[in-house]
């Protein structure tokens, strides 16, 4: 069991910058890949970015590819989104999980309560 929580979202107008955390409970962190996803209201839950149990490989939706970027700290169990030149489009609730990259693409396995991310235009 991986337990998942979220923080460093809130409101920025656009063409700012914010930067999620996900802090995870055990210690299996480092045996999982990371995502995130993102849900806008009225709209279906969608993915962001995923990366590696080592942290050298990344994967990015199109809709953010240049402007977000994902790392990991496997010694403090910790992932982050680093959001720049945000868009109003971009507001959503964003969710942290664990889980594994397939030939299909990242599978979560684990969620966070996820965190609100507003950017006003």
């Known amino acids: 069991q991986v337990q998942l929580v979220e923080s460093g979202g809130g409101l920025v107008q656009a063409g700012g910058s914010l930067r999620l955390s996900c802090a995870a409970s055990?210690?299996?962190?480092?045996?999982?890949?990371m995502g995130w996803f993102r849900q806008a209201p009225g709209k279906e839950r969608e993915f962001v970015a995923s990366i590696s149990r080592s942290g050298i490989g990344t994967y990015y939706a199109d809709s953010v590819k240049g402007r977000f970027a994902c790392s990991r700290d496997n010694a403090k169990s910790t992932v982050f989104l680093q959001m720049n030149r945000l868009k109003p489009e971009d507001t959503a609730v964003y969710y942290c999980s664990a889980g594994d990259v397939t030939e299909l693409g990242f599978e979560p396995t684990y969620w966070g309560q996820g965190t609100q991310v507003t950017v006003s235009s």
């Open positions: 055990g210690r299996t962190f480092s045996t999982y890949s």
